[in-house]
């Protein structure tokens, strides 16, 4: 068994592109996406300047995240090590552009399915070198087994320094570089000229794709060894991944395991008996948004007609697949929690044991609720690529979040039904909405990588700052509090709670869009 790796070596390549144009005709490649491409940066001040070249690619890593993460095992491990694709089982979640920290996964547009760099293992598996080794007129790409210590990759390994990309995210690429400019190497440390690239007049949403780059606020001169040190002249554009769908998402699972949270404390509380308020209405409601999370789930996929791969071709490592069966159970739930209410309802007689039935559900719901509101944390935490996610804080914010979801759908539902215990539910929507305003101030004052610092820069000052504070703050999080801590003052009606809830939710989906986006909005490569 071997274990194929590339080393490139910077130190000779000239900038032909040969590798890309060979790469395309091979794989009948699009236009607009690249398996393969050379980046430049520019470095130096005149007249002493540089132009450095850069292959990038898939790195194929020994621990990859792109495999862990994807749903349906479309991605996988070849026996030479190669981490190839399988178009018929990729459902275009996405997840593995997220996951990869080196930005080579796309989707290509005319199968609308993952595509990354293979190594043309269909001409490696043959005996043949891949095509771009084959057109590289100065050699610079050099493919071989990295076990085999007599293989001329792993001469040149050993007699050389070499360097590989975002070493601290620990996957073990198996790309090597020799000569690069660490600044090449790591795209946090250069930026894209407010002129935009060679070949590009505009520095952002070009043909509606995105170059993102360092915020000029963070060291547009090179300051320190973190700072930037040059320019990007020439990359590709990528696409943002993620978007408004799963912002939505976010927030419609985050409503459907809040009131059914509410739900259960009400029972503790003694109103298992009050079958519309509590039976009812709270898992219908639930039930209705679970409907609309899974739409949005679907509707985000490349290839929605296979979104039952994640049943049928499950991969069990990938919190997609685990999420979705948390999904059904709490559905399945949801499902017996409304049966219950509607029993107790419809038949007087046995309206006791309804109510029995709603008391041996409450501890499952509680479960249910808290695994569909936190299970996206272990998935965002297995997007490699995106740091801002990995925070150990984000459970416990998904956490908080159901619980202001939950305390403010109940306050909108007080306007059309008898809600009981009007103030304790008040103090559930104010106690969500201080812990998650806390969790979130903790979060954005936190020491991380140069990659989270963007990222929060981006949020808080950059592209998303009005949405941020605006919406996700000012609109989510104090004026809800302000009107919730007046009603409870007041004894007020119900309407000034309604609008807290009301504004809760949506500043909820304010600050979740904000913090999707900034998350992608750090450059890969």
């Known amino acids: 068994m071997t274990r194929l790796g590339f080393l490139l070596d910077s130190d000779n390549c000239i900038g032909c592109h040969a590798c890309t144009v060979a790469c395309k005709s091979e794989h009948d490649v699009p236009l607009g996406v690249n398996r393969t491409w050379v980046k430049y940066i520019e470095t130096g001040t005149f007249p002493d300047v540089a132009r450095k070249f850069t292959v990038m690619r898939c790195n194929q890593c020994d621990d990859a995240p792109c495999m862990t993460i994807c749903p349906t095992n479309a991605l996988f491990r070849a026996d030479n090590g190669v981490v190839d694709f399988q178009d018929d089982n990729c459902i275009g979640c996405k997840s593995c552009m997220n996951a990869c920290p080196y930005d080579a996964l796309y989707i290509n547009p005319e199968t609308n399915t993952a595509h990354k760099c293979n190594m043309c293992n269909h001409r490696v598996e043959v005996g043949l070198e891949p095509s771009c080794q084959v057109v ?9 087994d990295l076990d085999d210590p007599t293989s001329k990759i792993s001469e040149m390994i050993a007699r ?20 690069a400019d660490q600044a090449a190497l790591d795209p946090t440390r250069t930026a894209i000229a407010n002129d935009g690239l060679i070949w590009a007049d505009t520095l952002r949403d070009v043909g509606g794709k995105h170059h993102p780059t360092v915020p000029v606020a963070i060291g547009s001169k090179p300051t320190d060894e973190n700072g930037v040190v040059g320019n990007t002249t020439y990359t590709t554009a990528h696409e943002m991944t993620w978007k408004a769908k799963v912002s939505g998402y976010l927030v419609t699972k985050a409503i459907a395991a809040g009131v059914m949270l ?92 309804a109510s029995d039935y709603l008391r041996w559900l409450a501890a499952p719901a509680v479960l249910g609720a808290m695994g569909t509101a936190g299970y996206t944390a272990f998935l965002f935490g297995q997007c490699e690529g995106r740091d801002l996610w990995q925070t150990p804080l984000l459970l416990p914010t998904l956490l908080a979040q159901a619980v202001t979801a939950g305390g403010a759908t109940y306050e909108v539902l007080d306007l059309f039904i008898d809600v009981p215990e009007p103030q304790a539910i008040r103090w559930v929507l104010f106690g969500g909405l201080i812990a998650t305003a806390a969790l979130i101030a903790v979060e954005l004052t936190s020491k991380g990588s140069r990659h989270v610092e963007l990222a929060i820069h981006e949020m ?34 119900p309407a000034i709670p309604a609008l807290a809830g009301a504004l809760a939710l949506v500043g909820m989906f304010a600050y979740e869009d904000s913090f999707v986006r900034a998350g992608q909005s750090v450059p890969l490569s």
């Not at 590289?136 to 071989?144: N, S, V, W």
């Not at 007609?305 to 991969?315: A, H, P, Q, S």
């Not at 989510?476 to 302000?482: S, Y």
């Open 136 to 144: 590289c007129p100065t050699e610079a790409i050099t493919i071989g």
């Open 160 to 179: 050389n320094s070499t360097a590989v990309r975002a070493p601290e995210q620990n996957t073990k690429p198996k790309v090597f570089y020799k000569g």
């Open 262 to 353: 509410v739900a259960a404390l009400l029972v503790l509380l003694g109103h298992a008996g009050e079958h519309v308020a509590i039976g009812m209405v709270p898992a219908a409601v639930a039930g209705t948004f679970l409907a609309v999370t899974g739409y949005l789930l679907v509707s985000d996929l490349k290839q929605p007609g296979r979104f039952y791969f994640l049943i049928t071709r499950g991969n069990w490592s990938s919190w997609l697949v685990k999420g979705a069966y948390v999904l059904m159970v709490f559905a399945g739930i949801c499902g017996l929690w409304f049966l219950s209410g509607l029993f107790g309802e419809t038949d007087v007689v046995q309206k006791d044991v």
């Open 460 to 493: 808080t000052h950059g592209t998303y700052r009005k949405q941020f504070w605006l919406g996700g703050v000012g609109i989510g999080l104090i004026a809800p509090a302000v009107l919730v801590i007046l009603s409870i003052a007041s004894d007020a009606g």
